[in-house]
């Protein structure tokens, strides 16, 4: 049988990528082993897959048994759960599934790393995310740099923080704290070129000014930046602040106007927790969504879980970032 050289060269390209991803991981790996954490295997079929309302699960059913069961969204409910127990510091490098179009910056199968930290803050994730990004810019990045669309970003510099306020009075005009009705996120929505905005509740109008303002803005920053503070109806399963009920405690990480992850001061209240899953069911009921089911092990594990942080960081998006390759291609090579 005759040879086919591009068949060839495209598996020898697949080669050299996993070789590349396979350093990757490990470098992963020995950042947080090395910072004492504790590296667990959470399981691949759970009872259920979360609760936010934007979260799409994969069902799957047994051809033998019929038993159903979901693919995880993330690996939270499983961590969570171990922090309840005492463990003080673990991660966990993990695939999850949402069931979303395939792009270049989005695969339905990806690789999530996520870790938590009791009895710490989010400031001690943000050093930890400096640390790590300073890192794999020493072994992943010429001189320590990132260049993406004729701009350059420092990853051993540390870390550039702003409130979400300030990137909106910076990117978008207008401080999202003086937006104090739905139709005042329409508005400013619709100033910046959203179409059928009067039909947007409060996230989709957040949404659409991320992308369009907030995001780019943040792409001109030469080093990675943190976006911390959001709305109340950002928060997920993040704490709201004592004294600003408005404000959310979480952060966002972001390279080259690139989401990269996303942390919260833990929620710990159970009874606030089962509000928020109610809330959040209803919500996708609304939208013509099945509900998630109740994780009643998570909720009575929240019960005795301390006070947390948490961070979740798409692996491979990261690694797309770093080799200007989609995360597609980095998860599968293709």
């Not at 991660?91 to 069931?99: S, V, Y």
């Not at 797309?320 to 599968?332: C, D, K, Q, Y």
Request: one cysteine or more; proline letters at 6%; glycine letters at 8%.
């Amino acid at each position: 049988m005759a040879r086919r050289p591009g068949f060839l060269a495209d598996l020898q390209s697949r080669r050299a990528l996993f070789e590349v991803r396979a350093r990757y991981l490990a470098a992963l790996r020995s950042f947080f082993h090395r910072a004492g954490f504790l590296e667990v295997d959470p399981p691949c079929l759970v009872p259920a897959a979360g609760m936010e309302p934007h979260l799409d699960p994969f069902l799957v059913r047994g051809l033998a048994s019929g038993q159903e069961a979901y693919l995880p969204t993330s690996p939270e409910f499983y961590l969570k759960k171990l922090l309840a127990s005492g463990v003080e510091r673990c991660f966990a490098l993990a695939p999850a599934f949402r069931d979303e179009p395939a792009s270049r910056g989005h695969s339905p199968e990806f690789l999530m790393l996520e870790w938590y930290r009791l009895r710490s803050s989010r400031r001690r994730l943000m050093q930890d995310c400096a640390g790590l990004l300073s890192k794999l810019a020493r072994g992943f990045l010429r001189g320590g740099a990132l260049e993406r669309e004729g701009r350059r970003y420092e990853l051993d510099k540390g870390l550039e923080v702003l409130t979400l306020s300030e990137a909106f009075q910076r990117f978008a005009g207008c401080d999202w704290l003086e937006l104090d009705s739905l139709e005042a996120w329409r508005e400013l929505a619709r100033r910046h070129g959203a179409e059928g905005a009067e039909a947007w509740d409060e996230n989709d109008c957040f949404s659409f000014l991320m992308v369009v303002k907030v995001e780019p803005g943040l792409a001109r920053i030469p080093r990675p930046a943190v976006v911390e503070g959001f709305p109340a109806f950002q928060a997920a399963l993040a704490k709201l602040r004592t004294g600003e009920p408005r404000i959310a405690e979480r952060f966002e990480l972001y390279l080259a106007g690139v989401e990269l992850a996303n942390a919260y001061s833990e929620l710990t209240d159970p009874v606030e927790q089962r509000e928020r899953y109610k809330r959040y069911q209803r919500e996708r009921l609304r939208q013509g969504k099945p509900a998630h089911p109740a994780d009643t092990q998570f909720f009575r594990a929240v019960a005795h879980l301390p006070e947390c942080a948490g961070i979740a960081l798409g692996a491979d998006r990261l690694l797309a970032l770093l080799l200007g390759e989609s995360v597609p291609r980095v998860r599968h090579g293709c």
